[in-house]
Every structure is written in C-alpha cells, then in structure tokens.
C-alpha cells in the first residue's frame, strides 16, 4: 500500500499535470527537513507520494545530500564520507543512509520525474568527515577569529585524513584521499585537541568571503579543491552522478567557502561532460545583497538563494509590527536580480536550533509565504517543515495555509503585477490573471500592526465583477469600473482575494490532512 505524506493539504488543481503553467510559475520544494526519522524510507516516501506533490503544484524537488555520512544512517548528508556511495555498500555502520538504499533513491527520481517533477540533487565538495584513518602532519594553529594569522609555530598533529573506502572496495573509483588532498581540519586526535589548522605547504583559497578573514575552512577535513588531482576525481565523480542518477540540476551548498574559481570552472565542465542543461542554486549565506552579485558575477551560470529577503522577512516577524513593510524588497537578491533569485521563508538551517537559526514566527509566515509564492519575481522554495511540520522535534507548527497558497500560485498568480508597497504598515499587490487560466487574478494584502485597507488595481479585465476573500475572512468585493477595489485586512493579518469565477478552481481543492508515514 502507498504511504502517504506527513502533513499535508491535498490539492487537485483543475489543470493537469502537464500544462504551461507550470513552466510560468516554477515551484521547488526542499523535500526534507533536519531532524526526518532515521528510518531509511525517506526515498520510498517520496517515490510513493511524487503525484500528490505534483498536484500541490511542486515542478521541482531537492533532495537532501544522497551519499554515505560520517555517522552512516543516522547522518543527514552534510557530515560527507564517500560521495560514491548512494546506500550501496555496508560503510559506516549501515548499507542504507538516512533516507534509504541506492535502488531506492533512483526509484524516487524515477517517480518524480514520470509525475513531471524535475530533481535537485544537493552536492557538498567543501569538506569531508568520518576518515578511514590518521595521518601525522606538520600543520600551523591558526587564530579562529582571523584564518589568515598563526597563533603558533608549525607542529605535528594526528589528522583524520585518509579516506580509502574499505567497504566499497574501489567500486566506481579507486582514488583515495590523504591529507594532501585538504587545506586543514580541526582536530588533533593526539591530543584531543580542537583548533584550525593549516597543513604545511598549502594555504587557503583566496576566491572566498573574507569572513573570519578568509572562510575557505568550515569543518571537518577541507577540500581542496583546485589540486590538480582532486580537481580531475571531482570531475569524475559529478560525470558519473550525474549519468548514474539522472538528476536535473544541483543545489550546491555553503558557497561562500568554496573558491568561486572551482565551480567557475567545474559547472561548464560538468554541463559539457553529461551534455546536460544542469540549472544550478547557490547557498551563499550573506545578507549583504552586493556579495551575492558579486558571486554571480563570478560564477554567472547559478542562481542564489535569497539569504537577505529571508532576513528581512524574519525581521518583519520579530519587530513587534515595528517594521517598514515598504521596504521588504529593498536591496534584496529578487529586487537586484530576479532572474537568478530563489527566495525562501524557512530552511534546514534556519529551524530552531540550528547554526543558523532565523525562525520566521508563526505569526507572520503566511504573509512571508503570500510574497514569495504569489509574486511575479523570483523562484520560490517551500520548505518542508512549514508543509508538514516538524513533529519529531515539535519546533515548527505547519503553515495551513500553505497549501492553498501553492495552489493559487499554480492556477491564479499569472498576468501583469500591480504594487501597492507605500506604506509601512500595510502593503499589497495584485496579479491581472490571463486568458490562459481561467478564473485567474488574485490580490494580497497585508499588514504588520493594525488593521486596514489597501486600494489595489487588478485590472480593468475584472471591471464590475465580484471578488471573495480567499484568505482573511472578509466578506466579498465587488472591482470599480475603473479595475481597482479597496481591499481591507485584520491586525497583522494576511487578506487574499481572487475573483468569483476562480470558486470551481479553488473549491476542486481537497484539503486533508494526512499523518501516515
């Protein structure tokens, strides 16, 4: 019997699965969230549920990191071993990882590719962890608060640096890893010592954030990258990925401490190899918007999450409805450079806890989710704590409204888009529809202290006609002859209208909530 998702508001769209509209309004899902039950079925999870997905108006889904972690079925992808073993071999403690065995993840991309998701894989190249065995090394302590100062004499320490797979037996490669291949690590097993440490003979790469003076280094055994030797097994192994699993494109993880040199040139090399198209989405967690161009302009075949739109949205949601609403998309990646932008509310790093932690309080994320999903820039990213929940944690609640955000953004959010974002208080939008969706054209307005209302123009195509309150509680509208209506909202509320004739769309959506893992 299929497993259904945990969580999640079943919606079945009057469009099918197939239509243009899913090319207008792409959705990409982060298909998991940190703390998923070590239960290895994950993969099977998502295989079984790929068409409820879809009909939710997912046309994209990243997947969490598939290979083998340090800390083998427990491991959630970023404590990277051997990047070659997708649940195959007996590595680690287990043959599975945290989400299931090799045949399973390519059943999933199998699924999700024949309900029309296209797969994003997440690639991790900056570190590696969970050695085979140590290596004595003459390496410099360096000063945490400034990589580029030593705080000490050049010293033997014992590093966890040689990676030779014993239990894939030199399976798909037979290259192995000792500590000429890293910069550094982080912990001298003789002493049981934690520090950062430059190995002799290398420095670090100069093409990264100067944060902390030069952030090559993050954890564990630190790549390097650009040596010529493990610059060639890099190669080979996205080639052989690629080609084994099929995926679309690549989520590739903490930017800012990998040289843009390397994937300036490892992208083009990759694309040319497979002869794929292999669109690509960047972390590069900056708030400062000019980082990210600069990163783009580097690496100009990426895109970007929107690390500052997150962190302005967060801090709308703490500010005591002390915040200036008008300026949200000031200097933010999707206002500089749409095209390249992916924005997002929540992910895996922003859940409580976490390094990163920047949780969007309850309070605020539909409004969040409304500006990201119902706009016409940018490439939004749900992520899967606010569809479902994190109930192994019990540290986010899901977002409700989610689901019918998603699918307003599949069948309404299309034609010209009308701002209304002048005030600091309350602000809206509104989207024309188009004659290829029936029934399309929606409104949004919201507000972050009192309740109010926002004059909104949405289009003269909708003259005399009535509007409902999808969302909000208002009662009906009816637009002037001049296609413009005045649409009001509660205290840091969220309000969104659609017109009448979109009732047989939205009312064709089942919302059921479903808790069957």
Known sequence: MARRLPGIFRARLATSLHVSDESTNPLLLQA?????????????????????????????????????????????????????????????????????????????????HAAGIAVVADVVLNHRMGADSTEVVRATPMDPADRRRPIGPAEEITAWTRFTFPGRAGAHSNFTWDWTCFHGTDWDEARHLARVWLFEGKRWNDHVTDELGNYDYLM????????????????????????????????????????????ARWLPELRRATGRGLPAVGE??????????????????????????????????????????????????????????????????????????????PWFKPSAYALVLLREAGTPCVFWGDLFGTPETGDLPAVTELP??????????????????????????????????????LAVVLSDRRAGSKRLDVGARHAGRPWVCVLGGHEPVTVGDDGAVELPVSDGGLSVYAPESARPVLDDAEYRLLRQR
């Open 32 to 112: 998991f969230a940190w703390d998923l039950p070590a239960d290895c079925a994950h993969w099977r999870l998502l295989a079984d549920n790929a068409p409820l997905l879809a009909d939710c108006g997912v046309t994209s889904a990243w997947l969490p990191p598939a290979y083998k972690g340090r800390a083998g079925a427990e491991d959630v992808g970023y404590g990277v071993y051997d990047t070659y073993d997708l649940g195959e071999f007996d590595q680690k403690g287990s043959v599975a990882t945290k989400y299931g065995t090799k045949d399973d993840y390519l059943a999933a991309i199998e699924a999700l």
């Open 220 to 263: 564990g055994a630190d790549v390097h990258v650009t040596d010529p030797r493990v610059c060639a097994e890099l190669d080979r192994w996205g080639r052989w990925y690629v080609e084994t699993t099929g995926v679309d494109g690549l989520r590739l993880d903490a930017l800012k401490h990998v040289g843009a040199d390397f994937f």
């Open 284 to 361: 590069y967690w900056s708030r400062d918007v000019a980082e990210l161009e600069g990163y783009l302009e580097a690496v100009p075949s990426t895109s970007l999450f929107d690390v500052p739109l997150h962190f302005h949205l967060h801090a709308a949601s703490t500010s005591n409805g002390d915040t200036d609403l008008s300026r949200l998309f000031e200097d933010t990646l999707v206002g500089a450079d749409p095209a390249r932008a992916v924005t997002f509310v929540e992910n895996h790093d922003t859940q409580p806890g976490q390094s990163l932690a920047s949780t969007i309080l």
């Open 404 to 441: 019918l955000l998603m699918a307003m953004r599949r069948a309404l959010a299309h034609g010209p888009q009308h701002d209304a974002l002048d005030e600091p208080d309350v602000v809206g939008f509104a989207r024309e529809g188009d004659d290829a969706h029936p029934g399309s054209g």
